[in-house]
Nanobody
Framework: QLQLVESGGGLMQAGGSLRLSCVAS????????MGWFHQAPGKEREFVAA??????DYSDSVKGRFTISRDNAKNTVYLQMNSLKPEDTAVYYC?????????????????WGQGTQVTVSS
């Protein structure tokens, strides 16, 4: 089983930046594609970004502002969030995907972190 722990969330003004981290343990990290999802109050959880090795995918709402990356030696995946907007406010979840070729489908992810809160004020 893979365990995932997110960190780096917090309160930020619009236009600012945050860097989220997700550290994996308990299983070989580099065999998984990794994704970030978020869930705002009253809304369904939705895809944000994902990375396999070099392949990446982003939602339209964050493309050009967010960057996903991974450091396999540290068992860590990152989400660099720039030009934050109040609409980015949500709980952000790290997830691991062991199968499937499409990166943006929530049901194909097997393991999930507990989430980290990101709040963007105007």
């Amino acid at each position: 089983q893979l365990q995932l722990v997110e960190s780096g969330g917090g309160l930020m003004q619009a236009g600012g930046s945050l860097r989220l981290s997700c550290v994996a343990s308990g299983r070989t990290f580099n065999s998984y594609a990794m994704g970030w999802f978020h869930q705002a109050p009253g809304k369904e959880r939705e895809f944000v970004a994902a990375i396999r090795t070099t392949d990446t995918d982003y939602s339209d709402s964050v493309k050009g502002r967010f960057t996903i990356s991974r450091d396999n030696a540290k068992n860590t995946v990152y989400l660099q969030m720039n030009s934050l907007k109040p609409e980015d406010t949500a709980v952000y979840y790290c997830a691991a995907k062991s199968r499937g070729s499409t990166l943006d489908r929530e049901k194909e992810y097997d393991y999930w972190g507990q989430g980290t809160q990101v709040t963007v004020s105007s």
